[in-house]
């Protein structure tokens, strides 16, 4: 426990004009200065000790008022002001300026030498960071052990106990995930803390702690230091933090994560009936059919796969999500198709979330593939009319036209498009003329979705005009080439 202004005070029985104002406030260190303006040396929490030799050389009134003024912002804990050598007491004009500004003046009698204030009190604070060393390691081991056996909520528990205060634990749009120590008006702070909303908190002090990645946290701990335990809240709070980033996700602590939901999603197009069994059931798909979602941000800014994980814990489903390249692919059981789209429609209308989700129909888990072309159309749909989901069974005349072609209408609907299978093996330039004809012939918006500089967009057009024969800037030929694309989907030629 860190002495007050009031106990050093009580301790060197110091006068105070200044009053009861500040005497509750913390010291963490002493520094003696005559200096006009001591803060380029200070660090906040300081008993500062001075004759005032240097402050009021010029015009007194002003030279105190600047001089606290100072200090005040400084976070000054208190000024121990000694007599007797310049002044035979404290100014009017300082006690009055530190009233002002809440600051505790100390009258320092020339009998109590200046080296007996510090070394007393930095021998004690020595000892007492010791001991506050001892219960910040104390505290860790007691929230990492509770970490294991009650989660989040124990983590928060535990905490609050050992601060001696509130703490709260938020998602990142305010809701409360846990809660101890708080009331309601606490509640409501801790929210506007959390939210940037700093005009309408009412408990001055509050702190906030990102849990997860410190750009875009996913949750947020809001904790009320108690003015004797700052510093050990801070540490505690930091490393609850970490505790619960692990706590909310134990899997997020690297890219294996990430790669196993990948391999499961690319097993499960597989198409391979044992493999993907067997990742059905590690994954509790084997209930019935699954759909497929393919997303896409028209921001690059955007980290379109976390939100999905979100959605996807919110909504107790099984993250299968894999990320490639702009796309996010998601795989969902068939009776929470509903809840899915109601889910995407509300980050995108009333949580700016700028995507676009297209999904395809129910299909058993070995014909994932199916579903996923079938996404990719609705995907182009949504982005094209700019809307925020778009189901593949909406589409009834695309749907009948594409899988009632004989193969020779199919030929013939994607012979436009031939010298560019035959000519592009990587297929790049198949795909940036179709995010070019997504984007409504948009050539900003098209470069920026595909990663590239419109100039190299301009260039592969080109290309395509050279090879097909066919030009973007003729609406006929945009339609022939539109419609030979979703053919081509639908049925892909080797």
Same mark, same amino acid.
């Given at each position: 426990?860190?002495?007050?202004?009031?106990?050093?005070?009580?301790?060197?029985?110091?006068?105070?004009?200044?009053?009861?104002?500040?005497?509750?406030?913390?010291?963490?260190?002493?520094?003696?200065?005559?200096?006009?303006?001591?803060?380029?040396?200070?660090?906040?929490?300081?008993?500062?000790?001075?004759?005032?030799?240097?402050?009021? =050389?010029?015009?007194?009134?002003? @030279?105190?008022? *600047?001089?606290?003024?100072? /200090?005040?912002? $400084? !976070?000054? #804990? +208190? %000024? &121990?002001?000694?007599?007797?050598?310049?002044?035979?007491?404290?100014?009017?004009?300082?006690?009055?300026?530190?009233?002002?500004?809440?600051?505790?003046?100390?009258?320092?009698?020339?009998?109590?030498?200046?080296?007996?204030?510090?070394?007393?009190?930095?021998?004690?604070?020595?000892?007492?960071?010791?001991?506050?060393?001892?219960?910040?390691?104390?505290?860790?081991?007691?929230?990492?052990?509770?970490?294991?056996?009650?989660?989040?909520?124990?983590?928060?528990?535990?905490?609050?106990?050992?601060?001696?205060?509130?703490?709260?634990?938020?998602?990142? =749009?305010?809701?409360?995930?846990? @809660?101890?120590? *708080?009331?309601?008006?606490? /509640?409501?702070? $801790? !929210?506007? #803390? +959390? %939210? &940037?909303?700093?005009?309408?908190?009412?408990?001055?002090?509050?702190?906030?702690?990102?849990?997860?990645?410190?750009?875009?946290?996913?949750?947020?701990?809001?904790?009320?230091?108690?003015?004797?335990?700052?510093?050990?809240?801070?540490?505690?709070?930091?490393?609850?933090?970490?505790?619960?980033?692990?706590?909310?996700?134990?899997?997020?602590?690297?890219?294996?994560?990430?790669?196993?939901?990948?391999?499961?999603?690319?097993?499960?197009?597989?198409?391979?009936?044992?493999?993907?069994?067997?990742?059905?059931?590690?994954?509790?798909?084997?209930?019935?059919?699954?759909?497929?979602?393919?997303?896409?941000?028209?921001?690059?800014?955007?980290?379109?796969?976390?939100?999905?994980?979100?959605?996807?814990?919110?909504?107790?489903?099984?993250?299968?999500?894999?990320?490639?390249?702009?796309?996010?692919?998601?795989?969902?059981?068939?009776?929470?198709?509903?809840?899915?789209?109601?889910?995407?429609?509300?980050?995108?209308?009333?949580?700016?979330?700028?995507?676009?989700?297209?999904?395809?129909?129910?299909?058993?888990?070995?014909?994932?593939?199916?579903?996923?072309?079938?996404?990719?159309?609705?995907?182009?749909?949504?982005?094209?009319?700019?809307?925020?989901?778009?189901?593949?069974?909406?589409?009834?005349?695309?749907?009948?036209?594409?899988?009632?072609?004989?193969?020779?209408?199919?030929?013939?609907?994607?012979?436009?498009?031939?010298?560019?299978?035959?000519?592009?093996?990587?297929?790049?330039?198949?795909?940036?003329?179709?995010?070019?004809?997504?984007?409504?012939?948009?050539?900003?918006?098209?470069?920026?979705?595909?990663?590239?500089?419109?100039?190299?967009?301009?260039?592969?057009?080109?290309?395509?005009?050279?090879?097909?024969?066919?030009?973007?800037?003729?609406?006929?030929?945009?339609?022939?080439?539109?419609?030979?694309?979703?053919?081509?989907?639908?049925?892909?030629?080797?």
């Amino acid at each position: 426990m860190l002495e007050t202004v009031g106990d050093v005070a009580q301790r060197f029985r110091l006068r105070v004009p200044t009053g009861p104002t500040g005497l509750d406030r913390p010291i963490r260190w002493t520094h003696i200065s005559e200096l006009p303006d001591p803060t380029p040396w200070l660090r906040g929490g300081e008993l500062l000790l001075t004759l005032g030799l240097q402050i009021d =050389r010029l015009a007194p009134r002003e @030279a105190f008022a *600047a001089y606290i003024r100072r /200090l005040a912002e $400084a !976070r000054v #804990a +208190a %000024l &121990g002001f000694g007599v007797g050598v310049r002044h035979t007491s404290v100014p009017e004009p300082l006690v009055a300026a530190a009233a002002e500004h809440g600051l505790a003046v100390l009258e320092i009698p020339s009998g109590i030498p200046f080296q007996d204030i510090t070394y007393q009190l930095n021998g004690d604070l020595l000892r007492t960071g010791a001991a506050e060393s001892r219960l910040i390691a104390e505290g860790v081991s007691s929230m990492t052990k509770v970490a294991r056996s009650a989660g989040p909520e124990g983590i928060v528990a535990t905490l609050s106990a050992r601060i001696d205060s509130w703490a709260v634990l938020m998602d990142r =749009r305010g809701r409360t995930h846990a @809660a101890v120590g *708080a009331a309601r008006v606490h /509640l409501d702070d $801790a !929210r506007a #803390a +959390a %939210l &940037g909303q700093r005009s309408r908190i009412r408990h001055p002090g509050l702190t906030v702690y990102g849990v997860g990645d410190p750009v875009r946290p996913r949750a947020h701990l809001v904790v009320a230091p108690r003015p004797d335990r700052i510093s050990l809240t801070r540490e505690l709070a930091q490393h609850a933090a970490l505790l619960l980033d692990l706590a909310l996700n134990p899997l997020s602590g690297g890219d294996t994560w990430g790669l196993a939901r990948a391999d499961a999603v690319d097993a499960l197009m597989s198409g391979d009936q044992g493999l993907v069994q067997r990742v059905s059931a590690r994954w509790n798909l084997l209930a019935g059919n699954v759909a497929v979602a393919l997303l896409r941000s028209r921001s690059r800014a955007v980290p379109l796969e976390e939100n999905v994980l979100e959605w996807c814990a919110e909504l107790d489903l099984p993250p299968l999500v894999s990320s490639e390249s702009s796309l996010v692919t998601v795989i969902l059981p068939e009776d929470e198709l509903g809840r899915w789209s109601a889910r995407v429609c509300e980050a995108v209308e009333r949580e700016g979330v700028p995507a676009r989700c297209g999904v395809g129909t129910t299909q058993p888990p070995s014909a994932s593939l199916l579903s996923r072309r079938q996404a990719e159309q609705a995907l182009e749909v949504a982005v094209a009319d700019a809307r925020p989901v778009v189901e593949f069974a909406e589409l009834p005349t695309q749907r009948l036209i594409l899988q009632h072609l004989d193969p020779a209408a199919r030929a013939a609907l994607t012979s436009p498009l031939r010298p560019l299978l035959e000519n592009d093996s990587t297929r790049t330039l198949l795909r940036s003329l179709r995010v070019f004809l997504s984007e409504n012939n948009n050539w900003e918006a098209a470069s920026s979705q595909l990663g590239i500089h419109r100039h190299t967009l301009r260039q592969r057009m080109g290309r395509v005009e050279e090879l097909t024969g066919l030009s973007v800037g003729v609406t006929e030929d945009r339609v022939i080439a539109w419609l030979a694309l979703q053919a081509l989907q639908a049925d892909p030629i080797p």
